[in-house]
């Protein structure tokens, strides 16, 4: 089955402890990116990976590390967590064109994040 | 500044009715536009994709339309079921040399027997 896989779905955790929520996708997509929902606002991108060893800043990108090094997966690095990113987080994958919304992107069931 | 607004901001209705949400947006160069709906604890899934040169695209029981001229797009839902209950998210492509897409907040919608 084609999905995006994220882990964890839930996590607390304390300011300051770094953490790793981890993405993969199984259908070869190069276009990988990850998002933050809060509510009232719009999906807000944080980083974004047009292929592997390939990537940029989003919208949102303070506080949070990206690498890419296999094409599958595209973990979301938070080095010193702030309680202002407490938020659920999704990470997204398409084909070539998704970043300009060409390609659907397919999204992973996300991560709720509380930082205390 | 590129944004997406969305309304209502939630809307509850009954079993077996229609009912149509709204986008507006201001978005320069426009590419597409695009409706994803977002079940409780799931990721956002693509519904619908319009150009600029397309008014009405419809997917089962969703139609959405488009109007370039007035920066409008709405999704219509006929004869909801429980299931249509979900977020339901606006979300326009910025096109060259951008090349990015701009997320609506969304609209809640609920569906009760």
């Known amino acids: 089955e084609a999905q995006v896989t994220q882990n964890p779905r839930y996590l607390i955790t304390v300011t300051g402890k770094k953490l790793t929520v981890t993405c993969s996708q199984n259908?070869?997509?190069?276009?990988m990116s990850w998002y933050r929902q809060d509510p009232g606002l719009g999906l807000r991108q944080i980083y974004y990976?047009?292929?592997?060893?390939?990537?940029d800043k989003g919208d949102v990108p303070e506080g949070y590390k990206v690498s890419r090094k296999e094409k599958r997966n595209f973990p979301l690095i938070l080095e010193s967590p702030s309680p202002n990113q407490t938020s659920l987080y999704f990470c997204a994958s398409s084909p070539p064109g998704g970043q300009g919304g060409n390609q659907p992107q397919h999204f992973g069931d996300g991560t709720r994040l509380s930082i205390l | 500044k590129n944004q997406v607004e969305q309304s209502p901001q939630s809307l509850i209705i009954l079993e077996g009715k229609n009912c149509t949400l709204q986008?507006?947006?201001?978005?320069?160069?426009?590419?597409?536009l695009r409706w994803y709906k977002q079940d409780t604890g799931r990721g956002p899934v693509s519904l619908t994709i319009m150009t600029f040169s397309e008014n009405t695209k419809s997917n089962r029981r969703y139609t959405a339309t488009l109007d370039a001229d007035t920066k409008q797009s709405s999704l219509h839902i006929t004869a909801s079921q429980l299931s249509d209950s979900a977020s339901y998210i606006c979300v326009v492509s910025v096109g060259f040399p951008y090349d990015k897409v701009i997320f609506g907040p969304g609209t809640s919608l609920s569906v009760i027997p």
């Open positions: 986008c507006n947006y201001t978005v320069s160069p426009f590419s597409n």
């Open positions: 259908m070869n997509h190069e276009y």
């Open positions: 990976s047009m292929n592997v060893e390939v990537t």
